[in-house]
RNA sequence: GCCAGGGUAGCUCAGCGGUAGAGCACACGCUUCAUAAGCGUGGAGUCGUGGGUCCGACCCCCACUCCUGGCACCA
């Protein structure tokens, strides 16, 4: 019977557009997800949007679009997204979604009950934002920044905490044994020195009041809603059938990996763990962190006014340049800077001038020959260091890999000099050099799906016909 | 402030106690099947600063400096 493999990507706050941040998660675990489904695994991604946040909806009062309608749109964008960048979403779950989503969190508090208590919350709180502060949120006069001279308000509220402390130990053990397994190391150990203070008990219910009557209500008391930590990492497990679905959820959860940014380590490997661990349910396998992009090396941000919009990159350059450059460019753990410069460098470097040069004068060579059926399949390539390399998600060494494969197979060419020759004696070198571009293309499955395919069928015989380039050069 | 990680060619980074490496960019040569693409050769770096250990340090130790990240309710 085959494996199977339960893979997320993070929940994203629906309430702007997305950008390339969510553009490289969303192709990362797309990465991995095709890897296993090639493999034979029986696959499930999972994406889905954060509705219930209160930023939500106060991005649809700014707007002036009903809520509902403003995050359906808005998720719709996430979704559209995917689809542009060739990545296959099997679940994408929606937080607002009643019948699912609702119960689901609702189980799960119910399951966790015996770790909730009512306490009562004083913070400050800006009545422009409609949202609580900490100090160091604020501006050197204890103002918000988007309400300057407007005193804080110190409001005392009842909600709802969950005993975060009671698990600290467990987390410890988890975390340090990887039996919650974080990549990379230096986010684990981030995650380690956390654990190291005294956790304390963590909030995860607000006032219908502050809520504005949004998300998810808690069980036995109708003047409160859960608050985002809970019901969104719980998408997670409300997506494959978790209260609605027991069959389904069985056979998925628990998640094999989670794949998120690393400014929400913290919620993944503590919090998330934690409720699982009071509601006795199983826990996710492995956390992999992603780092932040850059844009001209300055931090994204709307301030600054230089948040990248993929779908615009994506009608300029193609899915699948941009599918290559977050997944080459960037060490899949580490902070990586967009330039359009560099992305055209990149692009005439490896996909004109590299695979797509390569692929057209192998054709153009082969013109007469005819070939016999290749049957290699992802299973027989994934082996030795590119394996190794996928195992470890180090996603741009494997791309490595395989632009080592065209560096040789141009070299073969090129040393061979098959144009010179006539029909006998070339048709070993061009049988050989299209089984290397066969090959190349099979590893390159799961990085660049469509392209792939281009490859594959163009030269699948039995003969090979000369097609424009698949990645023209850029000026 | 505290705790990590890091400062190596124009850019992104690898590396190691014993005469500095890769890819991209740049220059030149070969070649023409190919998207002015390919292959080859080359220039380029006082390996953050100052000390120390050692026959010998980019690699070990100390100090300093700069950068990045984490330090709880921010997806």
Redesign the pocket.
Known sequence: MANKFYITT????VNATPHVGHALEFVQADTVARIHRLLGDETCLLSGG?EN?L?NVQAAEKAGIPLQEFIDKNSELFKQLAQQLHVQFDIFQKGSDQEHHYSASQKLWKLCEHDIYKKS?EGLYCVGCE????K??LNENGECFEHPGKKLELVKEENYFFK??SYQQQLIDLISSDTIKIVPE?KK??ML??LK????????SRSNERAKNWGVPIPGDDTQRM???????N?YQSGIGFGWDETSYKKWWPADVHV?????????AIYWPAFLLSAGLSLPKTILVHGYFTVD?Q?MSKTVGNIVDPTALISKYGAESLRYYFLK?L?TF????FSER?FK??Y???????????????A??SGTVTYGKNTTTFKDVFKDEYKKMIDEFQLNDALGFVWEK??IC??L???K????LSEPDRTPILIDAVQQIQTIAILLQPFLPETAERILTQFAGPTIA?LP?????LP
Do not use: C
Request: net charge negative.
């Open positions: 993070a929940i994203p706050y954060d946040a930023k919350y949202q609580y502060y900490t160091d949120e975060l402390s230096t150990n981030e020195s956390f203070q005294p956790l304390q008990d963590i909030s995860i608050y985002v930590w809970f019901d969104a990492l998408i998120i940014g690393k400014g929400i380590a913290r919620f993944h090396g931090k460019e060490p580490a902070d990586g800077d560099r460098e990149l005439n470097a490896d996909l004109a001038n590299g695979l797509g040069n390569l692929t057209s004068r192998v153009k060579l065209i560096k141009d070299k060419i090129n040393d000099e098959p144009w010179r000369s380039p698949l990645f023209p050069r």
